[in-house]
Every structure is written in C-alpha cells, then in structure tokens.
C-alpha cells in the first residue's frame, strides 16, 4: 500500500533556531501534500497545502513566513519551522494523496514531534 | 462550510461488548465521510471510508459504520470490543470529494478505552 514518511520523527530545538522536517511519498508521486499540526488533546489542523512547482496554500491563521513549506518534487515536500518558540512545540503530520483519486483519500506520515525549549 | 462533531470526548468499554464511537456532520455538498485510528506514536490509519455508495460501511478490524442523512451522522461501531481497539479515534468529512481540491476536516478525537 501507500506510504508516506516523515523524517525526523522528533527532534528538540532551542528557542529562535529553524527546525525542517520533510515528508516524503515512498511508492508514488504527490504534486499535492498536506500539512496539519496537532497540539495535545486536540484534533489535527490543516495548516497548508503543498502543491510541486508552486506556492504553497496556507490556512486562515497560519504565517506564511514562519511556516516555508518547499514541494521540491513529486515525492519529496519539507515544512520549516523558522525562528521556533515554545508554543510552535506540537505534533506536525502531513499526507499524500495518491494521484487519480482525488484528494480526500489521503495518505499519512507517522508525524514529527517537536520540542522547542 | 463543512464541520464534524464527535459527541465523546472518551469512551470506555469491557472487552467483548460492542463499541459506538458518534459523529455527527455538517456539509454542504455531498460529502465524503471517514474514520481514522491514531494508536500511540503511530500514524493515522485509515478505518473506513463513505462515498455515496453503500449506506452502511465495512471497514477493517471489524468496525462499521452508517451514514444516515436525515440525523447527518456517521457513527462507528464495533460489536465485540478487543484490547488492541484501545486508541484515538477521528471522524472526518471531505469536502469536493474525488477532486483535486478536497480538504479534511477532523472531529475533535474519542479515545477509547478498552478494559479487561
């Protein structure tokens, strides 16, 4: 089956320093992969999507300029947590949809846990 | 907009009864309806999926679940309840489903708790 991967699948940070955590799709191509965050006791949160050769689509609420996400290529999507703080610690997960399936069958990563001190 | 609503925040049942997780929606379209598993440092795991096919759904690890329209919900359910069903539990709605513009939307999560 499908399978997407997340690297790393955490990782602790100071304060002020940039963190990037790449999802890839390991048997198929993606020219769209989402991006959520899910904070403790609560549900996943879109927070963008990534389209390859293109600008990324944020959520409502979600800086652009904080979150740089780059769709390299058709497998290979990185979201970076630039100038990271305390509140930005959360659990960061993000899909795949195989192509030719429309994009609410999605695949997910197993999710990156990350720790800013 | 499309929203979804899961009636218990946690569940608790003994092994061997039946397990009803609830979720209710909200959509404007017609929409694409899931459940999805989150085990413990492990990714989401697709349980089932509704599309306007089937009104009751089959998914694996023996779960089910029913859309009903005319009481918008989706709930899942389980007859026998197994230790191993002990997790996090999400219902989602798609919007524009089958397109290349769908979104998610994720109920606020039922954890279940399966007792011996």
């Known amino acids: 089956g499908a399978v997407v991967s997340q690297h790393p699948s955490w990782v602790i940070c100071k304060s002020g320093t940039s963190v990037k955590i790449e999802c890839r799709s390991l048997?198929?191509?993606?020219?769209?992969m989402f991006w959520y965050r899910q904070f403790p006791k609560q549900s996943l949160m879109l927070m963008a999507t990534?389209?390859?050769?293109?600008?990324?689509?944020?959520e409502q609420g979600v800086e652009k300029d904080k979150f740089l996400i780059n769709h390299a290529s058709l497998t290979l999507s990185t979201l970076t947590v630039t100038s990271a703080h305390p509140e930005d610690s959360s659990f960061y997960i993000c899909?795949?949809?195989?192509?030719?399936?429309?994009?609410?069958?999605?695949?997910f990563g197993p999710g990156t846990r990350l720790t800013v001190l | 907009a499309q929203s979804v609503t899961q009636l218990d925040s946690h569940v608790s049942v003994s092994e061997g009864t039946p397990v009803l997780l609830r979720c209710n929606y909200s959509?404007?379209?017609?929409?694409?309806l899931f459940w999805y598993v989150q085990h413990p440092n492990k990714g989401l795991q697709l349980l089932l999926k509704?599309?306007?096919?089937?009104?009751l759904v089959k998914g694996i690890n023996g779960f089910e679940a029913e859309f009903k329209k005319s009481e918008t919900s989706f709930h899942l359910t389980k007859p026998s309840a197994h230790m191993s069903d002990a997790a996090e539990y999400f219902c989602?709605?798609?919007?524009?489903?089958?397109?290349?513009?769908?979104?998610?939307?994720f109920g606020q999560g039922t954890i279940l708790t399966v007792h011996p």
């Open positions: 899909s795949a949809p195989p192509p030719g399936l429309g994009t609410d069958t999605q695949y």
């Open positions: 048997d198929f191509q993606a020219t769209t």
């Open positions: 990534s389209n390859e050769g293109s600008k990324a689509t944020y």
């Open positions: 959509s404007s379209y017609s929409p694409s």
């Open positions: 509704y599309t306007s096919a089937a009104t």
């Open positions: 989602v709605v798609s919007d524009f489903p089958g397109t290349s513009y769908g979104k998610l939307t």
